[in-house]
């Protein structure tokens, strides 16, 4: 069930990216103003879980409909970003993108210090705090200078977009690193789960969850750090290199003690996202201006569709094989997405 909770979010966001791609949404009307509204409709969708009585198809439906208004948020934020540096972008990026890593693993925070299993503490306080911020973001943060607003809608942007060389194969590179970010993020409660199960030890897994997931909040600013005398190229060829590493040697994880078993977990948590904001900045840069927020938002649909298949078949996998074997298909993404980006 947890593969289909987490998959259907995903399915709702493609759908919406699709949405907001085809449409030219996001180059054709306020960046602020969408995600102001989409938060607070993805808000309210995540509030519907609480509906007393609910059943499968409900939640699913809620699921998904969190996921449609999410396609407001995460590429619009980018777009923003993207319309207020003409030069380092990358950095600007990192520090965006470190923000969503801190708001993925929040909810594991908040499950952490909670002094009972109600979980609808979670959902409560996310959707009250995801409203705010898309208020608080029309407020504090304008259109910006750079944006050059599309005035009608244009069909075949994405084809024209998939033509140019650059933008294609920074897209393709995104893509082996979305094969393996969401199937490590939703699973990594699990991995905590299945090392406590054989090794035969105590961990507290919300916790550990928040920290191994939201530290690559760190390594997404350090990255875009580094990206303005490096280049984004080569922080994301590295950081893509390094977690497929982990991924292909995930099984030797289990057999280390305690304490490296985190610390390693923590520098997998920061590699498998250090390369996503300079993805995006790469992709954004070689959009033409106009289209950057088209870019950006059929580059995350597609990435998050790839998603549904990763997180499907990890947990299929785990239903027929020991599960700390699971991990290591998860390096498919970081070897394809290498192979054509390295140039």
């Known amino acids: 069930m947890l593969g289909y909770l987490i998959s259907f979010v995903q399915f709702g966001f493609i759908v919406g990216t699709l949405t907001f ?3 030219t949404i996001t180059d054709r ?23 007393p ?3 499968v198809i409900n939640l699913l439906t809620a699921r998904f ?7 407001g948020i995460y590429p619009v934020g980018m777009k923003i970003a993207s319309d207020y540096f003409q030069h380092g972008l990358g950095r600007a990026l990192g520090f ?50 750079y944006r050059k607003p599309v005035r009608r ?18 897209a393709i590179g995104y893509f082996g690193h979305m094969w393996e970010l969401y199937a490590f993020w939703g699973f990594v409660p699990i991995l905590l789960k299945t090392y406590t199960n054989i090794n035969r030890v105590v961990l507290p897994v919300s916790f550990w969850s928040f920290i191994i997931i939201g530290i690559g909040a760190v390594s997404c600013a350090i990255g875009g750090i580094i990206s303005i005398k490096a280049g984004s190229r080569k922080v994301a060829f590295i950081s893509l290199s ?8 995930s099984p030797l994880l289990f057999l280390v003690p305690p304490i490296p078993f985190l610390i390693l977990l923590c520098i997998w948590g920061m590699v498998v996202i250090a390369d996503s904001p300079q993805f995006s900045s790469i992709v954004a840069t070689a959009a033409p201006a106009e289209y950057r927020g ?9 990435g998050f569709a790839i998603t549904i298949f990763s997180i499907q078949l990890l947990d299929f996998t785990m239903g027929i094989i020991p599960s700390q074997f699971s991990y290591m298909l998860l390096a498919i993404g970081p070897i394809i997405g290498l192979y054509i980006f390295r140039k």
């Open 53 to 55: 009585n609910n059943n």
């Open 242 to 249: 390094l977690s497929g590493l982990f991924c292909l040697l």
């Open 21 to 23: 791609a085809l449409l």
């Open 96 to 145: 965006l993108v470190g923000a969503l890593v801190l708001g993925t693993a929040f909810p594991h925070f908040i499950n952490a210090i909670t002094w009972t299993n109600d979980y609808t503490t979670v959902i409560i306080s996310t959707s009250v705090i995801a409203s705010f911020g898309g208020i608080l973001l029309l407020v504090l943060v304008p259109d910006g200078p």
């Open 294 to 302: 088209t870019g950006l938002t059929i580059v995350n649909c597609i």
């Open 153 to 170: 809608l244009q069909l075949g942007v994405i084809s024209e977009l998939f033509s140019i060389t650059n933008f294609r194969k920074a």
């Open 65 to 71: 409909a969190t996921g449609f208004f999410l396609a």
């Open 29 to 51: 009307f306020s960046p602020s103003k969408i995600f102001m509204i989409c938060a607070l409709l993805a808000s309210i969708s995540n509030l519907t879980i609480l509906i």
